[in-house]
């Protein structure tokens, strides 16, 4: 079983650093576990493994700074990545999933999509696309970056701190924090059939893959 306390040990500052980054505005960054990765990177900061005024700073950089690299991105390509083709890295169906929520939420997209995987890489993507104003764009992507990393590093901090041998509890915590991270994402899915064959399509083609000789 994946051990997630042992990963960041490992990895430290640099390594958290490096994977809300990436997850923040990079296309391969999408799978990766920013929302469990802070929370229980704020969890060792209360056991003495890190140390929270850092571990916040450098997550609150490292978010802005992804969501700028992603808007530049978005900007500089441009419309040309709605005709890239789907590979393993690269499905067009994330882009348009992102693209619906920015067109519902506006702006504030930048700040909610941080609490959704999938649509937190490529909000800022689809803002550069759309050449929204970069102040504007920095605002939010401010705000959000704050919010997401200073609430999931504190509350894994003061879990820590408050509550009696919480590290039993670390798995069903993170389990939870999950499901409520990707319900937003899943919702649609299910909902919309095009989706939800896109889904079930990539599923089996994925353990058609893995059956092969």
Known sequence: MFDLTTFIQAIGYLGIFAIAFAESGLFIGFFLPGDTLLFTSGFLASQGLLHYWP??????LAAVLGDSFGY???????????????????H????????????KHGGKTIILARFMPVVRTFAPILAGVGKMRYGSFL????????????SLITLGFYLGKKVPNIEYYILPIIAVILILSV???LIPIIKNK?????AIAQIKNFFKQKNRP
Do not use: C, M
């Open 72 to 90: 530049a991105f978005g900007r500089k390509v441009g419309p040309a990545i709605f005709k890239k083709e789907d590979s393993i890295i690269f």
């Open 194 to 198: 095009k989706y939800r064959d896109q």
């Open 139 to 150: 605002f939010y992507n401010l705000v959000g970056g704050g919010l997401w990393s200073a």
């Open 55 to 60: 571990l916040l700073g450098l997550t609150f």
């Open 183 to 185: 319900s937003p994402t």
């Open 92 to 103: 067009k169906s994330h882009l348009e999933r992102a693209e619906n929520f920015y067109k």
